[in-house]
């Protein structure tokens, strides 16, 4: 293509002109037709992202535990608004910090309590500020005014880091921080008026930029077997003290990937085998860690191919013969033979190729032949927990870790393990996006939703409800959940918690299995509420059930054919045509293993 | 007289609070829909408030609270549960109810506390009906333990001829003060609702400014501190009868840091009434305090503040223009202590009496087991003590020797050190949402450290009151210890010295805002100079201020310097 004018009465920057000439020159015409179209998209969501209501330019965050800070904080609100300042003023803890993009000043007023600690309505805010997840601040003025107590040894400590870290973080101050003691009131007051001074002469300097859209393209390049390298950042359990379970909360860093998902999406994993098990196995069999293993790729250790390559815990029909023949183990012989499948289930149950190499010694075996016994590794699919318009270049997952005896042996489930204990926090996840076109959110943000799930299967409707708050989406929703106990086991319980208090959640509904004598689960709830139920789905609402396949999948699907033969006045078989009616408008999707 | 503050003013003028109160309908609020939440363990909003009229008081396990929030996880809410337990005194069938219920739903002890009553820890919201019903069953309830009402009444639990004339007119005092209202029986006993028309003929919709506190002495013993509590009946006895009391008004202990306007105050003895006449007395003293009291600011809201802020004659005045005559003149007594004696005494009437040391009010494992087993048989009954002790109370000349074997079984007979036995802490952390520092957890170790300091200088003998408090609200009272503690932060304490050995005195502050170390490096000198420098009989207490240590404070205001 020539060079030539682009855009023709468009005012681009210099260097933004010379970047698109550059890119032009080497498109062929279907992808410059495929990014004039998403030009026009990007220009239409950046259109969009524009809200309506003015943005408040002064945004006062106090963090404040007996009050002074509160009080202050309303003081400024008043000074403030007095000045013809738009100014929004809140605790930090009800901020969330995904929100400082819209921000253009603030004011902090923050007080120290315990020993240099914030005030603990503040620490969930102080944490992510001062944590590495922290945004990038530049462009944002701003000012701290620290209250303490001088005969504490760490006097107003939290708005000295928060200070610090403002600054660190891009932001520029406006006015040196004021640390006022028990007596602050007069201090207080004559600083306040300084800074809102300052604040008041940059206003009609203020422009908002908007977030860019993230690019809303499939990227192709990471799969299965190019997945990339996730960096994780953080990895803590759900469950509180005395749980039965351990479910984990793991954020990775998807930074630099360029991967895109929708919510209803999961990530593909890539575990790694326990070292210690794969020792334990060359050492049965005797077999050199460094005996060089072919690949696709060119030779590798044994032992590395052993750790990522393979599958050696669970058992296949296929390794018992294959190792019974080579190992002459008749009774492995034996169980593979045809007609003993029964017999043959029985054994592997519970068992592990360790447990049969150790129980039928093979001599002579090389890591070649043995390998190829082995099933290749299968990636572990988890459902993204988090929406990317909330946590851009983030995916959250929720992980029940396996983890059980059997035979004598403690066991541990592959991939959940791995990321439970073996990867260590900044280690590297293989990972890539596995899209679920069947788990979507309906286009129309004004339908109402319904989600179940137990367990981990609630993780997607955090991803749900994130999106649907990012779009400002108006459709109602209502969520069930179960899982053990109402203590333990009420995962994400603070973030519904907020997500009712901010009118997202509509409804929430729980059902904790152990909490009484008799089991109480989600499908149980769900014929509580039948009637309700029923007349949301008839006002068009859209039910998703994520989470075990084996019960709770079938019990659900049996509370609403119930349901739907009660309320509706049906059959069970024209209660079964509705549900396949619904399955069929995309009204009733499942998400289940 | 200004009355900008009190009840004769519209609502808007004043603390939320009284609002809160006022549209509560008796004390209803929302709590019935707050138990039903089941997406918290918490009862949300400001029924929590409400909640304390009925005796329970919304806390979580701070223990976890970092590593909750972390886990995405609320707080781990729980219940504390006080009853109302006049006098002290609970039946050995009582005990065994509340056993079972604390291992049922609490957290498996009994906390004994500092005004002679029970409470549960750790109850979970679902387990607060079953609780309170157990408790019902039990022939108890747990009405007006918390609140601004009147607040459990104490009573010398001691085995005085007239004890039990004592004790009736603690149970009538609080009973008559507990909250009319029926929303306690509705909520809790599951009762049909009341068609309205409901009244509080004492307090009226608003109860009362503040908690309100009323106790009876039984001199030489000053176990329940009468000059730390609002009103005291202070007995007078005339040989083995009761002649009448000395009343006593505007004590208080709570405080709050760095807020030079609050202060502890002890009581100052007005006059004597006849014992037909206590009645009376304690309803014109609610009165006044109820009608004059402040409501817009609560931390100036006790009576030790109405009594200060308007003086003592105008009070005198007032409570006689109420009563239509005058107190008479108070008439002569003297405490010698606050502190139990531990062990065994024993009555003309040939009965033995045991009184247990609990440390600090905690009844758990063997002490738990083996009340239980001692519970099963006595004959008697059981005494909370004010300094969160047990009495185990006329024991019959042929059960001696068997709930004596129950007590060695169980290592209850083992005696501490007297540093020990005369030592308090509050229960802080980790129950207490107020707390700021351990106590009930930690003065354990400092006592023991003291104890050995205390050995070194010939002092194991010689009784010292030492209290510690979690944070300045001073539950364990000690600002009239000896050596009195209040929790600044963790790990970190204000030290006080000089308080009266029987609770006629206020401590004064030594050292503000420190650790063990410089608590143990400041008091091991000072004890030392007391070994050896004290006069026959010097008390700690006054020791420190005869040697200069710290200044004698005479009155609730010269607290704060
Ligand atoms: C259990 C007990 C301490 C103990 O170790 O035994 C106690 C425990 C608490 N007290 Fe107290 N107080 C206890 C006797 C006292 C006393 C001593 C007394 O009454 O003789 C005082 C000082 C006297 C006074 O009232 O001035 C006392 C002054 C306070 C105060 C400060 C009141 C004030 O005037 O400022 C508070 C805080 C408040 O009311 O705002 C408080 C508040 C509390 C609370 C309920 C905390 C709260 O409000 O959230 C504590 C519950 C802790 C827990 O986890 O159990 N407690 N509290 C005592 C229970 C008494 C009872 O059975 O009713
Ligand atoms: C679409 C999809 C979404 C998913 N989303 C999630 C999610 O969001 N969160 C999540 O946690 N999981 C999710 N899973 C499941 C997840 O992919 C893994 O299957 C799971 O984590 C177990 O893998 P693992 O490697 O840890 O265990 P493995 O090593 O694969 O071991 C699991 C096996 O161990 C055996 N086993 C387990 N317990 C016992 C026992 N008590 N006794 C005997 N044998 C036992 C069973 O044979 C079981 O199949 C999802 C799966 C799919 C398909
Ligand atoms: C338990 C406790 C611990 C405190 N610790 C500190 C401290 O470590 N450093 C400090 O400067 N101030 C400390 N303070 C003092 C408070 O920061 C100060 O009272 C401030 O005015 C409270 O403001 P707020 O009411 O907005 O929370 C502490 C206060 C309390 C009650
Ligand atoms: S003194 Fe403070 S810390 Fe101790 S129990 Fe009372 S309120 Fe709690």
């Not at chain 1, 309303?74 to 013809?84: D, M, V, Y």
Request: aromatic share 8%; net charge negative.
């Amino acid at each position: 293509m020539t060079a030539r004018p682009v855009l023709p009465g468009m005012t681009l920057t210099p260097e933004h002109a010379r970047q698109l000439e550059a890119l032009v020159k080497t498109l062929s015409p279907d992808e410059a037709l495929w990014i004039s179209g998403y030009l026009a998209s990007f220009a239409r969501h950046a259109v969009q992202a524009v809200p309506s209501p003015v943005r408040p330019a002064l945004l006062i965050l106090y963090g404040s535990e007996t009050g002074h800070g509160a009080g202050l904080a309303r003081l400024a609100e008043k000074k403030a608004a007095a000045r013809g300042l738009a100014v929004r003023n809140m605790a930090m803890d009800d901020f969330r910090l995904q929100e400082f993009h819209e921000v253009g000043q603030l004011l902090v007023i923050a007080s120290t309590h315990g020993d240099g600690d914030p005030p603990p309505a503040a620490v969930d805010f102080y944490d992510l500020v001062m944590g590495r997840k922290a945004p990038r601040l530049e462009g944002l003025k701003f000012a701290v005014l620290g209250l303490g107590d001088s005969t504490y040894e760490r006097f107003c400590q939290t708005g000295k880091d928060l200070d610090q870290r403002l600054e660190a973080l891009g932001a520029q101050r406006i006015q040196g921080r004021a640390d006022c003691d028990v007596d602050y009131e007069a201090k207080a007051d004559a600083w306040l008026d300084e800074v809102l001074e300052q604040f008041a002469r940059e206003v009609p300097a203020q422009a908002a930029a908007a977030a860019p859209p993230s690019l809303l393209v499939q990227d192709a390049q990471f799969d299965a077997h190019h997945p990339f390298a996730a960096t994780v950042m953080e990895n803590l359990i759900l469950n509180g003290r005395g749980s039965e379970k351990e479910t984990r909360h793991i954020e990775l860093s998807l930074a630099g990937s360029g991967l895109a998902w929708e919510p209803g999406d999961s990530l593909g994993v890539l575990p790694e085998n326990d070292p210690a098990l794969v020792a334990e196995l060359l050492a049965a069999l005797d077999l050199r860690p460094d005996e060089p293993l072919a690949q696709e790729d060119g030779e590798i250790p044994l032992a590395e191919a052993l750790t990522r390559r393979y599958e050696i815990t669970a058992l296949t029909p296929g390794f018992i013969g294959a190792y019974g023949e080579a190992a002459a183990a008749e009774p492995l012989g034996a169980l593979a033979a045809p007609g003993k499948q029964a017999d043959l289930r029985q054994y592997m149950a519970g068992r592990q190729v360790i447990d049969v190499v150790t129980e039928f010694p093979a001599r002579g075996l090389d890591g070649k032949a043995f390998a190829a016994m082995l099933r290749k590794m299968q990636p572990r699919l988890y459902s993204l927990a988090s929406s990317a318009a909330a946590y851009p270049e983030e995916a959250h997952l929720t992980v029940a870790v396996v983890r059980y005896h059997s035979h004598g042996r403690k066991r541990q489930g592959l991939a959940s393990a791995y990321l439970a204990d073996r990867v260590g926090s900044d280690g590297k996840v293989p990972v890539y996006v596995s899209s679920n076109k069947n788990f979507r959110l309906p286009a129309d943000d004004s339908v109402p939703l319904i989600m179940v799930g137990a367990g981990t299967g609630v993780a997607p409707f955090r991803a749900f409800l994130q999106e649907r708050q990012a779009r400002g989406a108006k459709g109602r929703n209502w969520l069930f959940f179960g899982d053990r106990r109402f203590r333990t086991d009420f995962l994400y319980q603070v973030e519904w918690q907020r997500f009712l208090k901010d009118g997202l959640l509509t409804r929430m509904d729980v059902a904790f299995s152990r909490d009484q004598a008799e089991k109480v689960y989600v499908q149980h709830r769900l014929l509580e509420k039948g009637k309700e139920v029923f007349a949301w789905l008839e006002e068009g609402a859209c039910l998703y059930v994520c989470g075990d396949a084996s019960h709770m999948a079938p019990d659900v699907h049996r509370a609403l054919a119930a349901i739907v033969v009660r309320e509706g006045g049906m059959d069970a078989e024209a209660a079964e045509e509705y549900l396949k009616r619904l399955h069929k408008e995309r009204r009733y999707q499942r998400d289940v293993y | 007289m200004d009355r900008s503050r009190d009840l004769s003013q519209p609502m808007e003028n004043l603390n939320p609070a009284e609002a809160l109160k006022a549209g509560s309908r008796f004390l209803r609020g929302g709590i019935a829909d707050g138990l039903a939440d089941p997406l918290t363990g918490a009862i949300p909003g400001e029924d929590t408030q409400l909640l304390k009229f009925h005796g329970i008081y919304q806390q979580d396990d701070r223990d976890l609270r970092d590593e909750r929030r972390h886990q995405k996880l609320e707080p781990a809410y729980e219940f504390m549960v006080r009853l109302r337990l006049p006098g002290g005194v609970c039946q050995p069938w009582q005990w065994l109810r509340l056993d079972e219920l604390a291992c049922h739903y609490g957290n498996g002890t009994l906390r004994l506390t500092t005004r002679q009553t029970f409470q549960f820890h750790g109850v979970l919201k679902g387990n607060l009906k079953p609780t309170l019903r157990g408790i019902h069953a039990a022939l108890l309830d747990t009405r007006g333990t918390c609140g601004d009402v009147n607040r459990g009444v104490l009573c010398s639990p001691y085995p005085v001829p007239f004890h039990g004339r004592l004790h009736e007119l603690a149970k009538e005092l609080s009973d008559r003060f507990s909250p009319r209202s029926r929303a306690y029986h509705e909520i809790w006993l599951d009762q049909e609702p009341v068609a309205g028309g409901e009244e509080e003929p004492i307090y009226g919709p608003t109860y009362l400014p503040r908690k309100f506190k009323i106790v009876f002495a039984v001199p030489p013993w000053n176990d329940v501190d009468v000059y730390a509590q609002d009103l005291g009946f202070i007995a007078i006895a005339d040989g083995d009868a009761l002649a009448g009391f000395n009343v006593s008004v505007g004590g208080g202990m709570g405080r709050t840091d760095r807020e030079p306007a609050t202060y502890p105050r002890l009581a100052d003895v007005i006059g004597f009434c006849p014992p037909q006449q206590v009645v009376a007395v304690a309803e014109a003293v609610v009165g006044i305090q109820r009608d004059y009291g402040d409501r817009v600011d609560r931390k100036h809201a006790r009576f030790k503040y109405t009594l200060d802020d308007r003086g003592i004659d105008w009070f005198k005045a007032e409570l006689e223009r109420r009563l239509g005559e005058s107190l008479e003149a108070p008439r002569p007594f003297s405490f010698e202590t606050n502190c139990d004696p531990i062990g065994w005494t024993s009555g003309a009437d040939g009965a033995s009496h045991y009184t247990l040391f609990v440390e600090n009010g905690r009844v758990r494992d063997a002490k738990m087991a083996g009340l239980r087993e001692i519970a099963r048989i006595h004959g008697g009954d059981f005494r909370l003590t004010p300094n969160q002790n047990l009495i185990i109370a006329y024991i019959a000349p042929e059960q001696r020797a068997w709930i004596s074997s129950l007590l060695a079984e169980y290592g209850l007979d083992r005696r501490p050190g007297l540093l020990r036995q005369n030592a308090m802490a509050c229960v802080a952390l980790p129950t207490c949402g107020l707390a700021m520092a351990e106590s009930e957890r930690y003065l354990p170790d400092l006592v023991s450290k003291l104890e050995a300091v205390l050995a070194e200088c010939g002092l194991s003998e010689t009784p010292i009151t030492v209290r510690m408090s979690g944070c300045p609200n001073g539950c364990s009272r000690p600002y009239i210890a000896e050596i009195g503690f209040s929790g600044r932060g963790p790990g970190k304490y204000n030290l006080y010295l000089g308080g009266g050995f029987h609770g006629q005195r206020l401590n004064s502050l030594y050292l503000e805002n420190v650790g063990e170390e410089q608590i143990m490096a400041a008091l091991v000198p000072i004890l030392r100079r007391y070994a050896v420098e004290r006069l026959a009989g010097e008390r700690f207490g006054d020791f420190v201020i005869r040697a200069g240590i710290v200044r004698e404070i005479r009155q609730g205001r010269e607290f704060n310097g």
